[in-house]
């Protein structure tokens, strides 16, 4: 069975701090990696996608990428309060099926 | 507006009515998928269609049937459902055998069953 694993939280941090999102996934073959963010009673929305090792970064939000140890993150720098939804982290895997984590739950405290 | 729609937006319906859900997208894209998402669990893959071919069906119950007749077009044609089926079904699209590609969902059908 492939999965991917996120811890469910809640995450609390404080405005204006570093929120630092996991998730890992167990098909080797995957190769598209996206972090979509969920209000309570909406869709998810895309917010990053990244596919080759490393970092990217779009405005306050990084996503680092290690093939390797089969990980995935996303960090929200200057958190607002706004950002608190859940976090899903979704793979295509390897027969090209989107899979998603259950998602982090971001509590930004004001 | 990510360019998936999905109608209706909520269903109520009785346990012996027969309805369906639709999506539909017009972003060049070639698979779709259908998720179910209940209270406080997470995103649940029901059924993947690529190139209009059903390729996953993650032990869905047969009271739920897909049909895709195009690959702009996805419907879930529900009956005799439970109440526990009462979920967020969300519909998703992306291009499929292609490396590199975003998956946009539609606004979801809030369905409750009674």
């Known amino acids: 069975q492939k999965e991917v694993e996120q811890n469910s939280g809640p995450l609390s941090v404080p405005e204006g701090a570093i929120a630092s999102l996991n998730c890992t996934y167990s098909?080797?073959?995957?190769?598209?990696f996206f972090w979509y963010r969920q209000y309570s009673g909406k869709s998810p929305e895309l917010i990053m996608f990244?596919?080759?090792?490393g970092d990217k970064e779009d405005g306050r939000f990084t996503a680092q990428l290690n093939k390797a140890s089969q990980y995935v993150s996303l960090l929200i720098r200057d958190s607002q309060p706004s950002d608190s939804a859940t976090y899903l982290c979704?793979?295509?895997?390897?027969?090209?099926?989107?899979?998603f984590g259950s998602g982090t739950r971001l509590l930004v405290r004001p | 507006e990510t360019g998936v729609t999905q109608t209706p937006r909520h269903l109520v319906m009785g346990m012996t009515n027969k309805k369906s859900l639709k999506c539909e997208q017009h972003?060049?894209?070639?698979?779709m998928y259908w998720y179910k998402q209940s209270a406080k669990k997470p995103l649940e893959l029901m059924f993947v269609?690529?190139?209009?071919?059903?390729?996953e069906n993650n032990s869905v119950p047969s009271r739920f049937s897909p049909e895709c007749p195009n690959s702009s077009h996805l419907f879930l044609h529900l009956h005799t459902l439970q109440p526990e089926d009462s979920a967020l079904y969300l519909c998703?699209?992306?291009?499929?055998?292609?490396?590199?590609?975003?998956?946009?969902f539609g606004q979801g059908t809030r369905l409750t069953v009674v």
């Open positions: 269609y690529s190139l209009e071919e059903r390729v």
């Open positions: 098909d080797r073959g995957s190769q598209s």
């Open positions: 990244i596919y080759s090792n």
């Open positions: 972003l060049g894209h070639n698979a």
């Open positions: 998703a699209s992306s291009h499929s055998g292609r490396d590199n590609t975003e998956a946009f």
């Open positions: 979704a793979v295509m895997d390897s027969s090209y099926k989107l899979i």
